[in-house]
């Protein structure tokens, strides 16, 4: 991996050629003169911006360079042939995170792509700084559990893999320049690169950086570890090497004797991977053998089992140490054949033979052969490990079939997906998805939740009913003599969508006495029953078909949460529809008029006379307006007519919009009541609620009541009884409002 500082050996972004660095990425990656010129713009505007934050006062002493971190960080992804817009927000990145540069400028300047990168890009870095340091051992227990909540918590965010891959040479860049850092802050870096960006490019299959950071953030963690093995392997390099040549030179022979065109290098072990191997077998370093290893390239498959039948056939195979990676490769998609033998002087060498192809995936992953052109998927709620096989057939894909519909080939219906979310703490504990804040109260524990009287979401209180999302930071506020409320448990409340939340609940319940059930299960369906006017119910009936014996028991079942208030209304409405003949509703024919005897149907005409304009003679599917003439309906021309431009001028206020449609459905008409304690804003919020639900309001009414309360009735076109209850349900949650019901007056 080529870093910038090394290749101009300084700290002074001054000494930096831009327009040759643009030359060398954009030979690296074919790019056209329009990207070339964008990304000097961008090396410009950072190089600027970099020179302003240095005279700022806020800026904090000893702040990494942001230029020369954005060109690193451009170098890192250019090898793993990311595309103009991903090294765009690579350059640019920093800045915004530091706040010199605003999301809007980049936007702006730079597009929405680019933007929307660095916006993702910044969600990870803030999940990120919220996590809680764990107290344990890193490579702990506990300490696993919380980083892999994190990995799993940072994934499901990525929606476009170029995000991931920003990230990971982000903080490649941070870990290899924090040793002039606090050793706070070093720890912490190395921690989080250990517990959450490691593993990351190990699954996206990028090896050398995988890697990179391990050896890296191993330095810090272990110090006094990493420097013995370092030692170690420096006093045995000699010796190695020597032995590493002939065995190296005798592959070479045999490659050419067999007419194959191959490369052999030694391999060099890697500090991080050798202590984890000692301490995963307790064994002592000398025991490691594969510290004297060879690789060898071939150009196929085929010359990979050949090879490796004349190694065995030239040198004594160890049988437990050899896997075969190319029939079976690992999770990641690594392939490759690994043996070890006992070589010249009876030492043990490890020797790995895979093709050319092979070894670049495995140092950079499948963006080996992998373009980035607008790569995206709105598909972004998946479990970890499918996410992180969306993440590789994305860019498996992307050559053989394009960005626009790799999207479409990968879905992932009925995955099991998780939403992750913060103790004010800052640990992350992972719900099912459209968990709320009741839910994650007893997620946390049963008794938190039975004493549940609010909650925070971001510092802000909220309903307990508000649906949760990742990376929200959720603090439950208990009380010492708050208890569980029946309203939990009604689906239509929106309180709990966890079954497990549910059956806590329905447990307390249970374990009070039966009369007191009884007496609330009775007030809850009284309630509901007035609430959506239903009369005349045989509640006994309904009793048997639940299996009680009375209605007393059908109540306290009710009240304890055996049987949910929804099963008591359906088999009431069933019961209603056989018994009577009238129903609940009045019914009503949608205001349309059917076009010339045909299945079209013209909206918005109310009950009006209609006539098509000869001028324009309309058709359906063309758009149309309405002119309402004096005495003679409403003349439905097309919207381009030349005479109902010329009447739009004259008389404007005649002008209505008109649809086409098909057969109207049946509506009907429903009168509803709401009762609420005045203020300013409250009809407003009754008719956006309606309106939101997508329902017409027939009429509206409201007066003044006693005592500073509002009584407002409003008649609502509805297609059916489950329409009731939702807009009954939205409208009881207006603040203010004490009662939302049907109005049977």
Avoid at 257 to 270: D, Q, T, W
Avoid at 432 to 442: E, G, H, I, W
Avoid at 518 to 547: D, S
Avoid at 604 to 630: D, F, H, M, Q, W
Wanted: hydrophobic fraction near 40%.
């Amino acid at each position: 991996m080529v870093k910038i500082r090394d290749v101009h050996h300084i700290d002074n972004e001054t000494q930096v050629d831009i327009d040759k660095w643009v030359r060398k990425v954009a030979k690296k990656l074919g790019l056209t003169t329009a990207a070339m010129a964008k990304l000097t713009e961008a090396c410009q505007i950072s190089y600027s911006v970099e020179q302003q934050a240095k005279q700022s006062p806020q800026t904090k002493p000893n702040r990494p360079n942001a230029f020369l971190t954005g060109m690193e960080m451009a170098e890192i992804l250019a090898e793993l042939g990311m595309d103009d817009d991903g090294l765009l927000a690579a350059l640019l990145y920093r800045h915004v995170r530091e706040q010199f540069i605003s999301l809007a400028q980049v936007e702006r300047q730079f597009g929405t792509v680019v933007a929307s990168l660095i916006s993702s890009v910044l969600q990870m870095a803030i999940i990120s700084s919220m996590r809680n340091d764990v107290t344990d051992e890193v490579f702990g227990h506990e300490a696993e559990d919380q980083a892999a909540k994190i990995r799993q918590m940072l994934v499901s965010i990525i929606d476009d893999v170029r995000v991931a891959l920003i990230k990971l040479a982000e903080r490649t860049c941070t870990i290899r320049n924090v040793k002039d850092f606090p050793e706070s802050k070093r720890t912490r870096v190395a921690r989080e690169i250990v517990d959450v960006y490691a593993p990351l490019a190990h699954r996206l299959g990028i090896g050398h950086l995988k890697w990179e950071l391990e050896d890296l953030a191993f330095r810090y963690l272990q110090p006094f570890e990493y420097k013995r093995i370092a030692r170690l392997l420096s006093e045995k390099r000699r010796d190695r090497q020597i032995y590493i040549d002939e065995v190296m030179n005798t592959l070479r022979e045999e490659l050419a004797r067999i007419g194959v065109e191959g490369n052999v290098s030694g391999r060099a072990k890697h500090i991080f991977s050798i202590w984890k191997k000692m301490q995963r077998k307790g064994i002592s370093f000398s025991e490691i053998y594969d510290i004297r290893a060879v690789r060898v390239l071939v150009p196929t498959v085929g010359d990979c089992y050949t090879l490796l039948g004349i190694v065995h056939s030239k040198w004594r195979n160890i049988p437990d140490e050899f896997d075969d990676y190319i029939a079976s490769p690992k999770d990641n998609g690594y392939r490759s054949l690994h043996t070890a033998v006992i070589g010249p002087q009876n030492r043990i060498l490890e020797i790995q033979i895979r093709t050319f192809a092979m070894h670049e995936e495995a140092e950079f992953g499948i963006c080996a052969h992998w373009q980035y052109k607008g790569a995206d998927s709105s598909d972004a709620s998946q479990s970890y490990e499918s996410k992180i096989a969306w993440l590789r057939q994305v860019l498996e894909w992307h050559d053989e079939i394009g960005s626009d519909n790799a999207k479409d080939l990968f879905k992932h219906e009925g995955s099991s997906e998780r939403i992750y979310v913060f103790t004010p703490e800052g640990h992350v504990v992972d719900l099912p998805p459209m968990s709320t804040a009741l839910d994650f109260a007893y997620r946390i524990h049963t008794e938190v939740g039975h004493r549940c009287r609010g909650c925070k979401v971001n510092g802000r209180m909220v309903p307990l009913n508000t649906l949760l999302h990742t990376a929200d930071q959720v603090e439950v506020l208990t009380g010492k003599n708050e208890s569980p409320s029946r309203d939990w448990l009604s689906m239509a409340s929106g309180y709990l969508n966890t079954p497990r939340a549910r059956a806590k609940v329905q447990s307390w319940f249970r374990k009070q006495d039966f009369e007191k059930n009884a007496a609330a299960g009775k007030a809850i369906i009284e309630k509901e029953f007035r609430r959506l006017g239903l009369r005349g119910i045989n509640l006994q009936a309904i009793a048997e078909k639940l299996h009680k014996q009375d209605i007393t028991e059908l109540h306290a079942a009710l009240g304890v949460g055996d049987i949910g208030l929804e099963q008591v209304i359906r088999l009431s409405r069933l019961q209603l529809s056989i018994a009577v003949e009238e129903k609940p509703f009045l019914k009503k024919k949608v205001g349309a008029s059917c076009y010339k005897g045909s299945s079209f149907y013209i909206y918005g005409v109310g009950n009006l006379l209609t006539r098509i304009a000869k001028c324009c003679n309309p058709l359906p599917g063309e758009e149309i307006s309405g002119y309402i003439t004096s005495g003679r309906g409403v003349t439905i021309h097309r919207q381009d007519c030349g005479s109902l431009l010329r009447l739009k001028n004259l008389e404007p206020e005649r002008i209505i919009e008109v649809r086409w449609g098909g057969e109207p459905a049946e509506i009907y008409a429903v009168p509803v009541r709401v009762r609420a304690y005045d203020r300013p804003g409250l009809l407003k919020d009754i008719t956006t609620t309606i309106d939101r639900l997508g329902f017409s309001i027939e009429s509206f009414f409201s007066e003044e009541s006693r005592s500073n309360q509002t009584d407002t009735r409003v008649t609502v076109a509805l297609p059916d009884f489950d329409s009731l209850q939702l807009l009954l349900s939205k409208l009881q949650q207006i603040p203010n409002v004490i009662e939302a019901c049907r109005d049977n007056e």
